[in-house]
């Protein structure tokens, strides 16, 4: 069968791979129990699928959404933005998306053409690589060290790439360390975008889940040109399956996004829209109360972690936690090792990029008695 040659070329999707390894342990009868995925185990707020089944009922429900969402969505994101992040923005500066998943890979041949550069970070969410391949185009990635707090260090990005890059893509609060954006590196990206005429794109999936309140950023804080951000109610709403995301920014950027998914999707189901507008217009106490079992579960999840002696990064975002793996095993060792004699599921760290080998990732999506009993099962290591 003649299929397209990027798809060999496709590093596999690490969370296919896992659910395999995992269903086979089960037939065995091994209990096995996964800390590596980020799909939130809590309830999204009632008044969800209150509305998604009202939704039902209203008239056209059935039929193909229109303009790219509807207008009271976008309104409310509207709003959300002046009220959080004080930008001003206007319908045409907003766009429904499939969840940021989507928004990610079509954002590429909306902005690049086939063999156009693009500026990624390593570790990071291994879909922009993927669609960076997929689309056609050359991936250039900037090492995120911990060092310099999982910034990216612009300097070091070579003149000839920026001047051949239409895209840069960042994550702030970014998964997989848990680092949080922060207001000089938000100043500086732009002026390099500005100079070398790149389109900033951040991904801000996990945007609503931070450690503090006024640590909430949003890249178009101080202008609003050349930049996109996604945004997902996947996890501010642990809506992860309802597939719904919203993409806010520059209306040259969302006009030709636009143009690119009426050729692809035609939009979200109008009832989960609908659902998703009442999630944030009426449930904001549950990004509070989010917030709240995820701090607690990651006071929880360090403690232990100091007790095993596992190193860790102090990240102020996501719920995820971006660990050391122990001196003496390689990454694979230890997440198999894991794996098979504890049935414990956490994600290599390898599954992010080349620069995510010697470390592994705990994702905070389970209970805390969860957390405890399966952190607990971890052998202590050597302090070095
Ligand atoms: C950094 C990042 N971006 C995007 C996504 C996709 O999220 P969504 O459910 O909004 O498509 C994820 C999911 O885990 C993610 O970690």
Not at 37 to 44: K, S
Not at 209 to 231: A, H, P, Q, T
Request: charged fraction near 30%; proline fraction near 5%.
């Amino acid at each position: 069968m003649k299929i397209n040659n990027r798809i060999a070329n496709l590093p596999q999707y690490h969370f296919n791979e896992i659910d395999i390894l995992k269903d086979k342990l089960k037939k065995q009868g091994r209990e096995v129990i996964d800390i590596g995925i980020g799909d939130p185990d809590l309830e999204p707020p009632k008044e969800v699928n209150e509305t998604l089944i009202e939704a039902l009922s209203y008239k056209g429900y059935h039929n193909y959404p229109k303009g790219n969402g509807i207008a009271k969505l976008k309104q409310a994101i509207i709003k959300d933005y002046k009220l959080n992040y004080g930008v001003d923005l206007t319908e045409d500066e907003v766009l429904i998306t499939i969840g940021s998943k989507e928004a990610l890979s079509n954002i590429i041949p909306t902005v690049c053409d086939i063999n156009d550069y693009i500026i990624l970070p390593d570790p990071s969410y291994p879909s922009y690589e993927s669609c960076s391949k997929l689309w056609g185009t050359i991936p250039y990635k900037m090492p995120l060290i911990e060092e310099r707090g999982y910034f990216p260090n612009l300097k070091l990005i070579p003149e000839k790439i920026k001047k051949v890059s239409k895209l840069i893509i960042i994550n702030y609060p970014n998964n997989p360390t848990g680092a949080n954006l922060k207001k000089d590196f938000l100043e500086e990206v732009k002026e390099m975008c500005e100079k070398y005429n790149i389109v900033l794109c951040n991904d801000g999936a996990y945007k609503e889940i931070v450690n503090k309140k006024e640590d909430k950023l949003s890249i178009l804080m101080g202008g609003i040109n050349n930049c996109i951000e996604f945004s997902s109610f996947s996890k501010a709403f642990s809506m992860t399956g309802y597939r719904i995301g919203y993409v806010v920014g520059d209306k040259n950027i969302i006009k030709s996004l636009g143009e690119v998914k009426n050729n692809i999707d035609s939009g979200q189901f109008m009832p989960i829209q609908y659902s998703a507008l009442r999630a944030i217009k009426d449930c904001k106490y549950y990004i509070e109360y989010i917030n709240e079992v995820y701090r607690k579960r990651k006071v929880l999840a360090e403690s232990i972690l100091d007790e095993k002696n596992i190193k860790y990064f102090k990240g102020e975002g996501t719920f995820y936690i971006w660990c050391k793996v122990p001196k003496g095993y390689n990454t694979d060792e230890f997440c198999s090792e894991l794996l098979l004699k504890k049935g414990i599921v956490v994600t290599p760290g390898s599954a992010f990029g080349r620069l995510g080998y010697g470390y592994f990732r705990i994702a905070l999506t389970k209970d805390e008695e969860i957390i405890r009993n399966t952190l607990n099962r971890l052998d202590s290591y050597s302090k070095n």
